[in-house]
T-cell receptor, first 111, second 114 residues
């Protein structure tokens, strides 16, 4: 079946460090891929998405590239800020629009 | 344009009781999906409603049921509550039930079952 595996947290970095959160997926066909973010006390927000192979999603300095050959969608940011502290979820969806989420990665950014 | 709202924000119930959670979808959206997020886990799909009809269901027992109303708001009902039902319940709305439509999530209802 379809599934998403992402690196376990928590991930702790200093401000301005480079961030990578790994995500790989298993799916039949051609899913769309997403990163959602959940800030403390808030609901999920879509951070970025990519709908086909080699697409790059980007938002707020975050980027992720849909790599079909490695079934990956790793999240990267060149210089993190304290305000980026949150839980990040990698996710996929097929045409039925049900979203399948990974378990989430908690990110702590130290000033 | 109002976003997705959910009520109540917090709820405490005891085993065996029944609970109803409510969701108002974003203006113009006709599809509502419900997810259960246990502590430290990713959200798990419960079911989806499209134009008042159930349009897909995850691996949840029949005591989890739902409704969607003509204004596209929705309810999630859980009967015979169990301790493991304690979780954050998220509602998400979207336009149409096809393709990679972006889903907009509400802040969730935190249910505690004692």
């Amino acid at each position: 079946g379809n599934s998403v595996t992402q690196m376990e947290g928590p991930v702790t970095l200093s401000e301005e460090a480079f961030l990578t959160i790994n995500c790989t997926y298993t799916a039949t066909g051609y899913p769309s891929l997403f990163w959602y973010v959940q800030y403390p006390g808030e609901g999920l927000q879509l951070l970025l998405k990519a709908t086909k192979a080699d697409d790059k999603g980007s938002n707020k300095g975050f980027e992720a590239t849909y790599r079909k050959e490695t079934t990956s969608f790793h999240l990267e940011k060149g210089s993190v800020q304290v305000s980026d502290s949150a839980v990040y979820f990698c996710a996929l969806t097929r045409r039925d629009d049900k979203i399948i989420f990974g378990k989430g990665t908690r990110l702590h950014i130290l000033p | 344009e109002t976003g997705v709202t959910q009520s109540p924000t917090h709820l405490i119930k005891t085993r065996g009781q029944q609970v109803t959670l409510r969701c108002s979808s974003q203006s113009g959206h006709n599809t509502v999906s419900w997810y259960q997020q246990a502590l430290g886990q990713g959200p798990q799909f419960i079911f989806q409603y499209y134009r008042e009809e159930e349009n897909g269901r995850g691996n949840f027992p029949p005591r989890f049921s739902g409704l969607q109303f003509p204004n596209y708001s929705s309810e999630l009902n859980v009967n015979a509550l169990e301790l493991d039902d304690s979780a954050l319940y998220l509602c998400a709305s979207s336009l149409d039930n096809r393709g990679a439509g972006e889903q907009f999530f509400g802040p969730g209802t935190r249910l505690t079952v004692l």
